[in-house]
C-alpha cells in the first residue's frame, strides 16, 4: 500500500516554470476579485437608461474607455469667479439671474447631494429619485413653461442627449456666441430617467447653485472633450453648463424651474420670463 502512494506521488510533476504558476494563480485570483467589480459598474451604467450614448456594452466600453479619462471635477466654483471678474459672457456680474430667496437656496445643503453615477455621460444621479407623483408634475411643469414662454423659447429634442426633451432659444432671437456653442439649446429634462436636469446658467448663478447643493457641473463642462470624442458632431460644453439634482417635493418642483427660468433669461437676454 505504501509503496502504492509512492509510486503515486512520484508521477505528480510541479510546472518546470513556478513564476508562470504564480502569474497564472495571481490571475486567477485578480479575475475573481475584479470580475464582479466590472459586472457592477456595466449594471449601473444600464440602469441610466437611455442618454446621449447607447446603453448597451458598446457604450459602457465607450465611456469607460475613451470618455471617462477627460473628465474633470465638478464642485469647485473658482472658475465663475475669474469669468464674472473678466466680464466674460453676459451674466449680469455678481448679481446673475437667479431670484430664489436665501431660504430657498438654503432648503437644500451641500451634505444632502445624491449620489451621482460614476460614468462621465450620461451624468445621472443614483439616490434621490422622485416619486412618480413628484416626477409627472415636474414633467408638466416643464412643459407648460415652454407654453407660458413661447416668445423666448421652443420645445424640442435635445441636440445633447436625443431622449430628452430641451427649451431651444426661439428661432426669432438672436443667438450669443455663447447660445451658437449650444447649438441654440438652453436646458433638457431627463425625463425617462432620474428628472435631473441641464441647464446652462450665468456664472453667478452657476456659483450659487453649486455651492448651495443644488447641483454640480457636468464631468465636460469647460472642455473641449465632447467635440473631439464625437468627431465635430457635437458642440462643446461650456463651463456653465450643469446638472440640477431631480425635485424631491412640490416645492422644489417651483425652485428648480426657478433655476431653469435664470438659464433662459442668460441664454436669451430677455428677462421677460412667465
Known amino acids: 500500500m505504501a509503496e502504492s502512494i509512492t509510486n503515486a506521488l512520484s508521477k505528480v510533476r510541479l510546472p518546470a516554470d513556478r513564476l508562470t504558476l504564480v502569474f497564472t494563480t495571481a490571475a486567477v485570483l485578480g479575475s475573481a476579485l475584479v470580475l464582479p467589480t466590472i459586472y457592477r459598474d456595466y ?18 466600453l465607450t465611456v469607460r474607455a475613451l470618455f471617462q479619462p477627460f473628465k474633470r471635477e465638478m464642485f469647485t466654483t473658482e472658475e465663475y469667479v475669474k469669468r464674472v471678474e473678466a466680464a466674460e459672457g453676459h451674466g449680469k456680474g455678481d448679481d446673475g439671474y437667479l431670484t430664489l430667496s436665501p431660504e430657498q437656496l438654503a432648503s437644500r445643503s451641500v451634505t444632502d447631494r445624491p449620489v451621482v453615477g460614476p460614468h462621465v455621460v450620461p451624468q445621472r444621479q443614483l439616490t434621490q429619485i422622485p416619486d412618480d407623483d413628484i416626477m409627472d408634475k415636474f414633467c408638466a411643469a416643464f412643459s407648460s413653461f415652454e407654453l407660458r414662454n413661447h416668445h423666448l423659447v ?121
Open 43 to 60: 449594471c449601473t451604467f444600464r440602469d441610466y437608461g437611455p442618454g446621449g450614448i447607447p446603453n448597451n456594452v458598446i457604450g459602457w
Open 154 to 274: 421652443k420645445l424640442q429634442q435635445s441636440n445633447q442627449e436625443e431622449y430628452s426633451d430641451a427649451l431651444f432659444l426661439a428661432d426669432h432671437l438672436p443667438a450669443t456666441d455663447l447660445a451658437m456653442t449650444m447649438k441654440g439649446e438652453i436646458a433638457h429634462l431627463h425625463s425617462g430617467n432620474d428628472h435631473s436636469v441641464h441647464v446652462v446658467c450665468a456664472p453667478a448663478d452657476c456659483k450659487k447653485i453649486i455651492e448651495a447643493g443644488w447641483g454640480q457641473r457636468h464631468g465636460f463642462s469647460g472642455t473641449s472633450a465632447m467635440t473631439f470624442l464625437s468627431l465635430g458632431t457635437l458642440p462643446d460644453i461650456p463651463s456653465e453648463y450643469i446638472m440640477i439634482y431631480a425635485p424631491r417635493t412640490e416645492a422644489e418642483i417651483q425652485t428648480v424651474m426657478d433655476i431653469v427660468a435664470a438659464g433662459v433669461k442668460f441664454m436669451t437676454g430677455c428677462e421677460d420670463v412667465r
